[in-house]
Nanobody, 122 residues
């Protein structure tokens, strides 16, 4: 089992920045690729970014390219999502997830955090 706990969400004005963190425990962190997803009110959960187990390969959805950066610290068991130039449409609950491959497909992730709310005001 892997336990994931997100932190760092909050309220920010458009154009601002937030850094989300996901702390993992329970099994060796390097066993898993990490992904970040989000769910806006009334919408389905969608992929944001993913990073391979080594951290060498990163995959972002087009809407966040150039603004969001995913990273991981394998020594600390943490994955971060740095979010810059935030827009109101980035408002959502953000979830981190652990899986066998760094993909955009939700069912490839076996473990999920509880989510953290990000609200971007205009």
């Amino acid at each position: 089992q892997v336990q994931l706990v997100e932190s760092g969400g909050g309220l920010v004005q458009a154009g601002g920045s937030l850094r989300l963190s996901c702390a993992a425990s329970g099994r060796p962190f390097t066993s898993y690729a990490m992904g970040w997803f989000r769910q806006a009110p009334g919408k389905e959960r969608e992929f944001v970014a993913a990073i391979s187990r080594s951290g060498e390969s990163i995959y972002n959805t087009d809407s966040v390219k150039g603004r969001f950066t995913i990273s991981r610290d394998n020594a600390k068991g943490i994955s971060d999502l740095q979010m810059n130039s935030l827009k109101p449409e980035d408002t959502a609950v953000y979830y981190c997830a652990a899986g066998v491959v760094h993909s955009a497909v939700q069912y490839t992730y076996a473990y999920w955090g509880q989510g953290t709310q990000v609200t971007v005001s205009s």
